[in-house]
């Protein structure tokens, strides 16, 4: 049976991992390549590396951090942050990446997925969508883009079924609203994505009880979670959580001890 | 030596990191002459069949013919897929035809593509997969599958709605369709099982 995964988030600026809450007061959370190694090592099921200052197209120093990082990650990895072009993602496949997100870029040029899909084949074409609810309508919820900054009125599930047609093979789904708060996820935003589609869908934004966790997997039908301050301020280990789903009867794969 | 055979096609960066860790001499190249003089050769790969088979062009020949003559190969995903007969995968086309059987989609009801870590059954006397017990959990990305009707082919599976081909053995050539350089210590382990078998093949 195919697993739910466990996927820790680096959110990385200047060389460093930091993390804010709903995108703003970022702070310091260590190092990429020894948090990176140290995911890999424990048992995470993929990991994420995200440039939040989006310069991945302008940026030596970031393609040479995901060569690092990728030097000791033996789990899937997947790179974003600012990629425009297919050829971006050829240079980051090259540097040790498996799969790239892309975000703002695919929102002003949908073309983008499908070419990306075409070259590279659509398991690596990871569409992040920003999420943010259309208040005061219930259950409604509009893409954001440039890392949350602007909002659009695309609906979130028009774009995520349009993605998939054009050729994406999975969802990174953040709740602006939920992230960095620890309040849990966007149960009803994953649910309604999951819903919409059929490529696997990453529930992001919001992680912070171990029963948040297994809501979003369970109610919100996501295929994966990712998490980030809840791992780098070690409030719990990827053992712990993988063995809170288990169980659950959630199925993850524990690993080694 | 091992070869990774770098034919512009996917996360050979990925492959290379692994097998460098644990410790495996080992050059990434294209040339004819590097492939026939290596002790082992890791064909990777990620992307569509038809496409991968053209990048490859003439090297396909060698890689075919080493193959034949008994040099260590390993397909990993794609390049698992490429020891096939043929990729119905947009349209149909011929691959390696080492391996008796066709690859076809995944057949709709889960998501798709088969992304992430799935529980695969390991048969018993495969030498990729020595000491590493009766099942292991390792990581996919992909929505074709591997149908094999080699009958000299042993296989491990993994559910997915359907029994998929995981990884395949026929003599001297293997295949993973999920992704050892992916998959943790269980995957690094095949890695090595696949360094030693190229070791002992060459002395």
Not at chain 1, 57 to 68: H, M, Q, Y
Not at chain 2, 27 to 40: I, K, L, M, Q
Not at chain 2, 44 to 54: D, E, I, R
Not at chain 2, 151 to 174: E, P, R
Request: net charge negative; hydrophobic share 40%; glycine share 10%.
């Amino acid at each position: 049976m195919l697993t739910k995964r466990v996927i820790p988030c680096l959110d990385v600026k200047d060389n460093r991992v930091v993390k804010g809450v709903n995108f703003l007061n970022l702070r310091d959370a260590g190092d990429p390549v020894e948090l990176g190694t140290r995911y890999s090592d424990e048992g995470a099921d993929e990991l994420v590396f995200l440039d939040i200052t989006a310069t991945i197209r302008s940026n030596k120093t970031i393609v040479e951090l995901v060569e690092k990082v990728a030097e000791n990650v033996f789990i899937p990895f997947t790179v974003g942050g600012g990629i425009t072009k297919a050829d971006e993602i050829g240079l980051l496949l090259r540097s040790g990446a498996d799969k790239c997100s892309i975000n703002t870029a695919a929102v002003r040029n949908p073309d983008l997925l499908a070419e990306a899909a075409q070259r590279f084949g659509n398991q690596c074409v990871v569409l992040a969508i920003d999420a943010k609810s259309t208040k005061p309508k219930k259950n409604k919820w509009h893409v954001t883009i440039k890392a949350g900054s602007e909002p659009t009125d695309i609906d979130v599930i028009e774009w995520a079924v349009k993605a998939q047609q054009l050729g994406a093979g999975e969802i990174l789904l953040t709740s602006m609203d939920a992230d960095g708060t620890k309040a849990g996820y966007d149960i009803e935003l994953t649910a309604a994505v999951a819903d919409a589609v059929d490529i696997p869908v990453i529930a992001s934004g919001g992680a912070g009880t171990l029963e948040s966790l297994a809501e979003v997997l369970k109610r919100g039908k996501a295929d994966a979670v990712l998490a980030a301050s809840i791992f780098h301020y070690e409030q719990y280990s990827i053992r712990q959580v993988k063995e809170y789903l288990a169980e659950r009867q959630i199925p993850v794969r524990l690993g080694k001890n | 030596m091992i070869v990774i055979i770098d034919y512009g096609v996917g996360n050979v960066k990925s492959v290379t990191n692994a097998v460098r860790h644990i410790g495996c001499d080992v050059d990434v190249s294209c040339e004819p002459e590097d492939v026939e003089n290596a002790d082992g050769v890791i064909l990777p790969g990620v992307g569509a069949c038809g496409y991968a088979m053209k990048v490859l062009g003439p090297l396909a020949d060698v890689i075919r013919k080493v193959a034949i003559n008994g040099k260590p190969l390993l397909g990993i995903c794609l390049g698992f897929q490429l020891l096939f007969d043929e990729s119905y995968e947009h349209g149909v086309h011929q691959c390696l035809g080492l391996i008796a059987g066709r690859v076809i989609p995944i057949p709709p009801g889960l998501s798709i593509p088969h992304m992430g870590w799935n529980l695969v059954k390991l048969p018993e006397n495969v030498k990729l997969f020595e000491g590493l017990g009766s099942e292991k959990h390792f990581a996919f990305a992909h929505s074709y599958y591997a149908d094999i009707t080699d009958s000299q082919a042993a296989v491990a599976y993994t559910n997915y709605g359907i029994d998929i081909a995981a990884a395949v053995q026929k003599k001297n050539i293997f295949g993973c369709q999920f992704h050892p350089e992916k998959s943790a210590g269980e995957g690094l382990k095949i890695l090595r099982n696949f360094e030693c078998i190229c070791k002992e093949t060459s002395d």
